[in-house]
């Protein structure tokens, strides 16, 4: 008779084979993710608290604010929290249960040190192993990418800090290397 439902917000269990599964046992295909996990992970919505990352519409965010507001007598506590996309800048809302999950999303930022531009935007960066890594273009933000132009055409050593969260990469800083 009566159907118990559990839901909880930005969250859907996975199973090892890589796919989401629901009540109603749709599945739906996710791409392979890089073998050290997940690009994200379940954490209670009331412990994401300021500064901390959170996923609100699919986008990795930083939390810029959040506010927690109590219901009726029979109600959940809701948290309301305000992000800021770690990428783009554009700024997201989400209103959740205080006691549902919501993804939070693992974010590392890695120096490299900058060998080349090309003529069409992509950067040559040198990884720690030796290897090169050419498949970064130079930032969206305009004044960023201007800086390491010029910085590069001074002949400077520079180093860049890449950002990388949810399968997505992008230089974040750039620095004067400090190795002579």
């Known amino acids: 008779k009566g159907k118990i439902e559990k839901r909880s917000c930005n969250f859907h ?3 090892k084979s890589g796919k989401a599964s629901n009540q109603d046992d749709e599945a739906e295909t996710f791409e392979q993710v890089e073998q050290s996990g997940s690009v994200t992970y379940p954490a209670q919505c009331s412990s994401v608290k300021k500064n901390g990352y959170v ?8 939390v810029a604010e959040t506010s927690t507001s109590k219901t009726g007598k029979h109600g959940h506590a809701k948290v309301h929290m305000v992000g800021i996309d770690i990428f783009t800048g554009k700024k ?5 249960p205080s006691t549902h999950n919501v993804m939070v999303p693992h974010v590392k930022k890695l120096d490299f040190q900058l060998i080349d531009i090309s003529e069409d935007g992509f950067v040559s960066l040198l990884e720690t192993s030796g290897n090169t890594k050419d498949d970064l273009k130079l930032p969206e933000d305009q004044e960023l990418a201007d800086k390491i132009r010029a910085m590069f055409d001074e002949g400077k050593e520079i ?4 950002q990388s969260a949810m399968n997505i990469e992008q230089i974040v800083s750039v620095k004067e290397s400090q190795q002579k």
């Open 55 to 62: 996923v609100i519409n699919d986008r990795p965010c930083k």
């Open 92 to 96: 997201y809302e989400d209103i959740c």
């Open 159 to 162: 180093n860049v800090t890449v």
């Open 13 to 15: 269990n996975m199973s």
